[in-house]
Each structure stands twice: as C-alpha cells, then as structure tokens.
C-alpha cells in the first residue's frame, strides 16, 4: 500500500493513527515534532502526510510549508484537536486555515477510523486515478 508520515506530539494520536493505517495494509513512520518529521521527510519517499497543527517548536503550518517547498505535490492530511467554533470573534478555524495554505484534507481530533481510512482512501485513489503511479503523486482532492 502507502508509505505515510505521521508528524504528531501526543503518543496516544501517533499510536492510534499508526494502528489504523497498518491494519489497512500501510508502511507508516511515526515524529513526534516538526523537525523530525523533516528529517524522515528527507530521508525517505513518502505518498501521504499528516501533520498536526500544534507542536511545540516547529509546528505543522511551519512543517508544511518547508515539505510543500520541497515537494508541492503530496498529498498532506492536517490534524487538530483544537475546536472549531462558528463564533467569528474566538479563536480561528485552525483546520480550514491548514486546507488554505496546502494540506488537502483536515480532520478534527478525535476522529473515527472510517473517517481517517476515507480521507486516505480518497487522496491515495486520486493520485493514482489522476496519472501514472509515481511516487509522491498528489492527490488534488
């Protein structure tokens, strides 16, 4: 299947993202910052990401924007247990500001499994509907 990057500070998100997605079938690397998320970025081909957006040093806005320099085309998944309120004077919708700046798809911890597979099911199956298979395809979904 996919080889994928989890970037997320909270061990219990990285465990329960990492079990789902290598029960589907997926390689899956695991950082607990930004910062080493870029190193295995780096060190290894990767067709999705997910990066939290709040981690202390380097956070996953920050982190997207050196990966999408890098490579504009993969396909990055945003998480976020902050809150999204319709209250236009609290704090802004963290998650829709990440779809903004180039991740393709957001999810509001917690989240189900079926939720977080149907986010991947649909960017991997773009990538590879949209053109040949190669590696670090986006999935422009």
Partial sequence: ??????VDDDPAVQLTIRLILERAGH???????????LVLFEASQFELLFL???MPGVDGLETMRHIRAR???IPIIVISGRSVTPDAYAEPDFLK???KLGAVASLQKPFRPDALLAAVDS???SAQSSSPPQPNAGCGC
């Fill in 97 to 99: 500001m990440g779809t």
């Fill in 71 to 73: 490579q504009p085309a």
């Fill in 1 to 6: 299947m996919a080889n994928i990057l989890i």
């Fill in 52 to 54: 939290d957006i709040f």
């Fill in 27 to 37: 390689h899956v690397s695991v950082a607990g910052d930004g910062r080493t998320g």
């Fill in 123 to 125: 960017c991997l199956g």
